[in-house]
């Protein structure tokens, strides 16, 4: 990639479920090219922006704008073809070989489709022969590559998250979302997670937005933080910055 990827940005959006604010005018920009963290306590707002930016929760109010194009209130795969990819905190896969689930990721991109792959055409075999040498790329940038023709299955729980990671990747995103890439990780597997972060940063030059409790994690690997309490963006800045914020603080700490 030559291009930097677009700015997202993220304006005064509101979300309500009956009663509540989920997320209260919440406002902030992801940087071309760099990682934005997201934290806060639990029942903090996180998820639910998430949801909103890969259009799984249409804002009451607000905007979110990929460079010129505005996502608020598409479809979530008309947001995915823009640009957004998103991996979710709990789904891990469990059929096919990392092959195939990286095929099916393909797939969504792929002009001939899968009928005209079923009758062998010429032009959708020469097609399936570079989505498969696109997918073993990408398998190699997040580690996998040995484990290409395995059974998902058979992986290791570090492994298979790292699957659902390079699915997202398949898609071509100038955005990635990640929801608690290391959630249930050992130290080693991590520190691997970490370092695919800033693999695909550097080699694909895409954005990351990361929700992450893991502290140590965003400290190392976000430019920048935004934090949400009670649906409110309390606080931005660098890892540093925020550390040191007494609103950071009282949110974490309470008062
Ligand atoms: P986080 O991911 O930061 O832990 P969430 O975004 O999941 O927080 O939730 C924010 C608030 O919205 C919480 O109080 C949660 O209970 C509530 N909430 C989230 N999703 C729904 C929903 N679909 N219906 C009703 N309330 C919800
Ligand atoms: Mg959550």
């Known amino acids: 990639r030559t291009t930097a990827p677009p700015e997202l940005t993220v304006t005064g959006v509101t979300v309500r479920f009956a009663g509540l604010t989920a997320l209260d005018a919440v406002s902030f920009t992801v940087a071309p090219g760099t990682v934005h963290a997201l934290i806060g306590p639990n029942g903090a707002g996180k998820s639910t922006c998430f949801n909103v930016l890969s259009g799984l929760c249409r804002p009451a109010s607000g905007a979110v704008r990929l460079g ?50 079923a009758l062998r055409l010429p032009r959708a075999r020469r097609e399936q022969r570079a989505h498969l040498d696109r997918a073993r790329e990408i398998a190699r940038l997040v580690g996998l590559e040995a484990h290409f023709d395995s059974p998902v299955g058979l992986l290791s729980y570090g492994d ?96």
């Open 160 to 255: 298979r998250k790292r699957v659902e990671f390079a699915r997202a990747l398949c898609l071509e995103p100038r955005v990635l979302l990640l929801d608690e890439p290391v959630a249930g990780m050992n130290a080693a597997e991590r520190a691997a997670t970490a370092r695919v972060v800033d693999t695909v940063r550097a080699e694909l030059g895409l954005s990351v937005v990361l929700v992450e409790h893991d502290m140590g994690l965003v400290m190392r690997i976000a430019d920048e933080v935004t934090v949400l309490d009670f649906g409110r963006a309390v606080a931005h800045g660098t890892p540093d910055e925020v550390r040191r914020d007494p609103e950071v603080l009282r949110a974490y700490l309470g008062t």
């Open 68 to 117: 010129g194009a505005e996502l608020t209130r598409l479809a979530p795969h008309r947001i995915a073809a823009l640009g957004v990819a998103r991996t979710f905190q709990n789904i891990v896969t469990t059929r096919g070989t990392v092959a195939d689930n990286l095929m099916l990721g393909r797939h969504a991109l792929s002009r001939a489709g899968f009928a005209a792959s």
